[in-house]
């Protein structure tokens, strides 16, 4: 634009203005890709204090069905020792059945952690497990909105033991089941280069004994305080090459980030991917926009998130995100910004709902979807209907 005005005409200014002008372009602002680095420095979690006082939790799902008809794995990790155990699961179970087993394979064996990091799954959401959760006094951290970085301790278990248990049916064949156990003591009894060994030395103070015996392990004669000295010596240790491993992390992750800040008032873009033929803020198809909004933002959470004030056809989507989503709107009085529509009858009325009379489940194949029965009034005349 810059290069067609200038050949015709000149003021003071010019590439100024063309600048200004393309940058408050509502349509661009909402297409266009930014060539910058993405905004958020990146925070590290803050390290534990002791072991297992901290975990991550997710699932590993879509595995082919084992004899035992289970297709899933629950991977929960102590985020000091690195230590993991695999659960296998089925993808249908109740959130009452992971309870059990989360009481007969954690707390039996480590206690009761003070958090829990996990991403935003419907069965860490639901109300019986944060019920569980807030009796035995553990906190609930979930991630924000589209952005699983803040999972990233499960996100990269998931990973190695996926590949492990892909090499062992590559190699001996049969089903995934029968490898489980020995990958997780090969994960378990390997180095790990953030606490500089293994997550059975960091636990009980050396590594297990394999069966070619790749180190000779000898017998250590603690009593008394030496054993309690030494356990809190090797917790040091670990706290100490945590932090420079996350100092080191956040070191080079920042050189490709921005840090960029918004206030509470503030109007901002919400990033959407468009993928082809996915539905995300319901918005669909590869030519859709990049950009949806702009958005009020309410609150600052943490130093990188923020909560938006969604519409309500966003009402199911979690309404945190972080500060890389986002961009800042530019106004200008030549923007039409779309405002919710209320459908009005020729007579110029318009449905108004009174009350929710009942709320029931509508059972799918693979899903429940909540129903309710609604009360409405029109033109002065009462009906309910069911709406989900």
Request: hydrophobic share 40%.
């Amino acid at each position: 634009m810059y290069r067609d005005l200038r050949e015709k005409y000149w003021w003071k200014g010019l590439k100024r203005d063309v600048v200004d002008f393309v940058s408050k372009c509502l349509t661009c602002q909402q297409v266009k890709v930014e060539r910058q680095f993405p905004s958020g420095l990146l925070q590290p979690i803050q390290i534990a204090q002791w072991k297992w006082q901290s975990t991550t939790i997710d699932f590993i799902c879509g595995l082919p069905l084992t004899p035992s008809r289970k297709d899933s794995i629950w991977v929960i990790v102590d985020r000091l020792t690195k230590v993991a155990h695999f659960i296998l699961v089925r993808i249908d179970y109740l959130v009452s059945k992971l309870a059990q087993l989360y009481i007969s394979e954690i707390v039996r064996l480590h206690g009761v952690p003070l958090s829990i990091i996990s991403d935003r799954d419907p069965k860490f959401t639901s109300r019986l497990w944060k019920a569980l959760q807030e009796a035995l006094s553990t906190s609930l951290n979930f991630s924000t909105a589209f952005h699983p970085q803040s999972d990233g301790q499960s996100q990269r278990v998931n990973q190695v033991l996926e590949d492990m248990l892909r090499a062992c049916v590559l190699e001996f064949q049969g089903s995934w089941e029968n490898f489980l156990p020995l990958a997780k003591f090969a994960y378990n009894n390997s180095y790990h280069s953030s606490i500089q060994m293994a997550p059975y030395e960091a636990l009980y103070g050396r590594k297990c004994r394999t069966p070619i015996s790749w180190t000779e392990l000898k017998e250590k004669r603690l009593l008394g305080p030496e054993l309690a000295q030494e356990t809190e010596e090797m917790v040091r240790i670990i706290r100490g090459r945590l932090k420079a491993s996350f100092d080191r992390q956040k070191l080079y992750a920042d050189l490709k980030r921005r840090d960029i800040k918004y206030n509470v008032g503030d109007q901002v873009f919400l990033k959407v991917s468009p993928w082809k033929k996915v539905l995300r803020f319901r918005q669909k198809g590869k030519l859709s926009p990049r950009f949806i909004g702009p958005y009020c933002i309410l609150k600052r959470i943490g130093f990188v998130a923020y909560q938006l004030e969604l519409s309500p056809k966003l009402q199911r989507i979690h309404n945190v995100f972080h500060a890389s989503m986002l961009r800042c709107y530019r106004s200008d009085p030549s923007h039409v910004l779309p405002v919710e529509e209320v459908e009005v009858i020729p007579d110029l009325t318009f449905e108004e709902p009174i009350r929710i009379l009942a709320k029931d489940k509508g059972v799918l194949r693979n899903k429940t979807i909540p129903i309710v029965k609604v009360l409405w009034r029109n033109h002065g005349v009462e009906e309910a209907t069911w709406e989900t």
